[in-house]
């Protein structure tokens, strides 16, 4: 199919994954309402409404599928048709698809309310699609907004528990205070531009029609916005207390899919709108990726609670990413994306392990809790071990190569200090990660079978096997996705010009 | 084995050119891979469920009464059932080989496994004349000693754990002989040494057993760095490690008995010192008798230990070009046969007979290999592997039926002890005949097996007195060595079956003959025993009278067969030292030779049985240790042990101490304690700031964002 972007009931079939995607979460939402109170499911029951929301989730998917093969014409000022844009919503369906998959038995554990639930945690992955699809400030200030509101209420979901509703709260203040500054700096990128269109932006800077007093503090603003989005040091406050007050589904999803949202934006704005002040700002992003890097492994190294080290480390890996954009060559915005894919799925991974541990009442998140673990539960430990070897980038895993790719990445545009800090930072992150499998398989249980009964029903025991497997799979056979990565990117590439990749300071 | 003998002298004869095509040679090695990770499985499953037993106080089910769990049931026909799958493969192919004249060695290359640079190695497996014998007795002695292992090793709680580990051992082991190049055969050598670590100590519950495991570790650890030495500078001089590459250019590269060659060659020794239990590094293999008979019989007689027999066999073209190292061989396998058979003569324990017995006749082998009698040490190797795996397993029969009697009135008598035996032919009538056969083959009788290729060896020894002095010399002790064989073989034996029964009468009554899968193992090494030496009938003794082979359509088949695979040495040593004198070194042919050999075995084994028949013996518990003269130091095994342990063992162990308190704990722990302690106070004073209060976050979000613009502006 051929779409005309000079007329506008195209626009719709641009958009058709995200609008699949919305109808579906109204229809869960519908669903939800009628059968919920009625028929409450049993504890520990999947509920029926997991399965809808995740053929929408599918149908969304076969959507974004076809549009693989749909061409263009004409020039669109809202919506990107390129291969970024669809790589990264593969990445943003895997990671709700699994969020849902793995928190089946959490929602009905917990007495959450699923349907509102599954259709926030949908309409958030609409919001991120556009976050990624977008050529436009102001729509992607909202399609961020739709995403952060949604988060907001999914972080607060639990209201039985004192420290959900006290991390939604934290996170709607700051993240209200974050989203000033992003519209606050689209509005200076306007006045010194003229456009609120990324190409457009580019292309006034080019010609020299930019006054740049408003622009520079304009993109200074913005890199303030994604970089609270992204929770880079120091914006990162927020972070341990909302991923560790969040129900852990919202925290699985917030680490991976929200995060890499924001960074799918980040990386689209600044390399599509400013490749041509990379000299300005990616001094600014150095240092944010090495401070990301650096403080939040050690802090991880003293903390025993293991969700809120999962937190940390969830910052750090965002500064492994921010090594990425600094390097803004193909190499590493190919290994960003393959990057965010592994990331996604490990990470989500782990919580749901650690949701498992947790027990009913959430109180077994202490790394002596995990004391045991791998002798009485061994196929969820085995899992458990890959996911922490994976995010700590061991060998024959696909952390490893992903971390492999960004050094690549890093090296050709000559930021040698990033990559040796990476190294290290990498080595000292393998203590904390490690410190866990060693109580799984090395330390009594705390208390006498305590890990005797888990709540893992069947769908979320095949999600957890089959994460595994693919992490496996991407450290033994990286090449493909690689490829697809770089395809992807090259698509985007083509669309700043080209002028900019390969460039390094 | 014999009928396939017939059937390739024709062929040969015949020369039947043209491909040798095998058929799945990858399968035989995969078929006990399956078979390791089946049985692997099985153990894992079966280990959990005891581990919830013992957790829960559930006493070990009795397998032998009422129904048995598939994760027992299952690994009796897994376990046998791959062997067998590989041996037929393996005969198939063997077959297959006997009608074509080969003069390369067929390779199979699997896969590039180390392409670096300069180095590049595949996994190639090689099938030729020698790998294929000896696929054929690791294969076959294989099968039958897993046979032999369901009887044997059924009440065991960790049955399929043991099938796992043995059929992971025999593909070690074969990829150990079919690999094509130096690493590929160190992958195996490694993987043997493993297996051979985790079967010794199996019962890994008793200290002693568990360090007897480690103990053989670590000492073929000494020999591996030979092997590894030897390979390194294989790499430097030829640039490849492949077999073919190197035995091809060997001759025209090296200089006879050039430093490199003899450096090489004595790299390669080391290894094979280490992983056949020959002096100095012996020691380890008679404590590996720790772990289940069949183990023994299959790992620490019947083919590991043979693995250095077959690297000297193997790399025979850079002996022969090593006169110096070739002679090292023959004489440490000459003092080891000696040394150990002298051991043996005053051994309790039928085990320790049995271990320090296959010392000595690997001493046999080594004399063999070591005078350029490639074929001749092959052979022995083989008939070795019969009438040895036989006599482990007929030990493992008595032990098994010994402990079966103790065990009925809870008697704490040792069930390895000779002294506790007595009589045991009226129980055990089968295992009784068929370890007789297998004595008389040791001992060297005409015509059981042993006979003929011992004999071989002997001869080749002292025909090469023509060369030296030293193999005069040799060949002495080589016949020393062979008398005393008889004699400690025959006394085993005899305290064994022979006499008055002393286990005590209420015990008595619970010996029995071993259950069919046991015995029937046992009568086919038996026939392997008596007829198995006749694939090698020397030419001048066929033809002889005292031979009377007459009958037979070939003679020194074995000789001919593996002629390919050392053709090149042969010739290196035929150009540079001429032919063999067909003499002894005091006059006589080899018939000769061979009927004073046999003679004085008999005479040996008569008088020997006639001396411990008149003699009367107690049990272990009244008789106490020789306290005094020879017989007190060959029992203690002549201090040996104790000589390792003062000067090395005790000196290591205090230098270790040393390094542990001062270097890696005050030094390495030292540093990388504050490294830690840095890092985590770092980590602490950073997390001073997570107050949770959003007040302070929003207060440092806003400094932030004040430095980033002014990043940006200035």
Known sequence: MELDFTSSADYLWAFLPEIVLSVSAMVVLLVGVFTEDRDPPAAGDPSPLGWVALVGILLAGLANGWLHGVETTGASSMVAMDGFRLFSNWLFLAGAGLTILLSFPYLSRQRLQIGEFYSLLMLATVGMMVMGGTRNLLLLFLAIETMSIAAYVLTAMNRRDRKSAEAGLKYFLLGAFSSAFLLYGIALVWGGTGSANLPEIAAAIQAGAAFSPLLIAGMALLAIGFAFKVAAVPFHMWTPDVYEGAPTPTTAFMAAAVKAASFVAFVRVFMEAFPALYESWYPVIWWLAALTMVIPNLIALSQSNVKRMLAYSSVAHGGYLLVALAAANETAMAGLLFYLLVYTVMNIGALAVVMIVSGHSEERMQVEDYGGFGWSQPLLATIFTIFLLSLAGFPGTGGFMAKIYLLQGAVESSLWTLAITLAVVTVISYYYYLRVAWYMWMRPAPVEGAHTRVWAPLPMRMGLVGSAAVIIYLGIFPSGLMEGARVAVGGFGRAVGGVLLGLGP | ?714
């Open chain 2, 1 to 714: 084995m014999i009928s396939l003998g017939f059937i390739s002298a024709g062929s040969i004869q015949a020369g039947g050119a043209g491909g040798f095509d095998p058929l799945l040679p990858g399968l035989i090695l995969l078929l006990p891979l399956l078979g390791f990770a089946l049985n692997g499985a099985l153990a894992l499953v079966s280990g959990r469920r005891s581990a919830d037993r013992v957790r829960n106080s559930i006493p070990e089910e009795d397998h032998t009464a009422g129904s048995v769990p598939l994760t027992h049931s299952l690994p009796t026909w897994i376990g046998p059932g791959v062997l067998l799958g590989a041996f037929v493969l393996t005969a198939i192919n063997f077959v297959r080989l006997l009608g074509v004249e080969l003069t390369e060695p067929v390779i199979r290359s699997y896969w590039s496994w180390m392409p670096t640079g300069t180095l590049s190695v595949d996994a190639a497996i090689q099938l030729d004349q020698l790998s294929m014998i000896m696929m054929m007795v690791i294969t076959g002695v294989g099968f039958l000693i897993h046979v032999f292992s369901v009887g044997y090793m059924k009440e065991d709680p960790g049955y399929p754990r043991y099938f796992a580990y043995l059929n992971l051992f025999v593909f070690f082991m074969l990829v150990l002989v079919a690999g094509a190049n130096f690493p590929v055969m160190f992958v195996g050598w490694e993987g043997v040494g493993l297996c051979s670590y985790l079967l010794i100590g199996f019962w890994f519950q008793d200290r002693e057993k568990a360090d007897a495991g480690k103990k053989a570790f670590i000492v073929n650890r000494v020999g591996d760095f030979g092997l590894l030495m030897a390979m390194f500078l294989l790499f430097a001089t030829f640039g490849t490690l492949d077999y073919g590459a190197i035995f091809a250019a060997a001759p025209d590269t090296l200089l006879y008995g050039g430093g490199i060659v003899t450096a090489i060659t004595l790299f390669l020794l080391l290894g094979a010192v280490g992983k056949s239990a020959q002096i100095p590094l012996y020691v380890w293999l008679p404590d590996a008798m720790a772990g289940p008979t069949p183990v023994s019989a299959l790992i620490h007689a019947a083919t590991m230990v043979t693995a250095g027999v077959y690297l000297v066999a193997r790399a025979s073209v850079l002996f022969a070009l090593a006169p110096v190292s070739a002679a090292a061989v023959a004489t440490i396998g000459a003092l080891t046969a000696l040394f150990a058979a002298t051991i043996a003569l005053k051994q309790y324990d039928i085990k320790k007979v049995l271990a320090y017995s296959t010392v000595s006749q690997l001493g046999f082998m080594f004399m063999g290999v070591g005078v350029g009698a490639y074929a001749a040490g092959v052979f022995h190797l083989m008939t070795h592997a019969f009438f040895k795996a036989l006599l482990f397993l007929g030990a493992g029969a008595v032990i098994h039926s010994m402990h079966h009697a103790l065990h009925s009135t809870h008697k704490d008598w040792d069930a390895q002890d000779m002294r506790n035996m007595g009589g045991l032919r009226r129980f055990m009538p089968i295992t009784w005949i068929t370890m007789w056969a297998a004595t008389l083959a040791i001992a060297g009788i005409w015509p059981f097996a042993g006979f003929f290729s011992k004999d071989e060896i002997i001869w080749y020894v002292g025909t090469a007195g023509a060369f030296s002095g030293l193999y005069v010399v040799l060949w002495g002790i080589a016949l020393a060595a062979a008398v005393l064989t008889a004699f400690y073989m025959t006394r085993m034996m005899i305290m064994t079956f022979h006499g008055p029964n002393r286990t005590g009468e209420p015990e008595s009554r619970h010996l029995h003959e071993a259950p069919l899968n046991m015995t029937i193992p046992l009568g086919i090494l038996a026939v392997l025993s008596v007829f198995g030496g006749w694939i090698n009938v020397p030419g001048s003794v066929r033809e002889s009278f005292f031979g009377g082979f007459g009958v037979l359509p070939m003679s020194d088949w074995l000789d001919r067969w593996l002629a390919p695979v050392t053709q090149s040495a042969d010739a290196v040593r035929a150009s540079q030292l001429g032919a063999y004198a067909d003499v002894a070194p005091v006059g006589g042919g080899h018939v000769v030779w061979g009927a004073i050999a046999t003679v004085m075995a008999l005479v040996v084994v008569i008088v020997t049985a006639r001396y411990f028949l008149s003699q009367p013996i107690q049990p272990a518990h009244e008789d106490g240790e020789p306290d005094r003269g020879i017989g007190k130091v060959l029992y203690n095994k002549w201090y040996v042990d104790e000589l390792y342990d003062a000067i090395i063992v005790r000196p290591l162990i205090g230098v270790s101490r040393w390094c542990w308190r001062v270097i890696d704990r005050v030094l390495i722990d030292g540093t990388v304690n504050a490294v830690g302690s840095v890092s985590k106070g770092v980590g602490w004073f950073g997390s001073l700031f997570q107050t949770g209060q959003v007040n302070t976050y929003a207060f440092i979000l806003a400094l932030s964002a004040l430095a980033v613009l002014g990043a940006f502006i200035f």
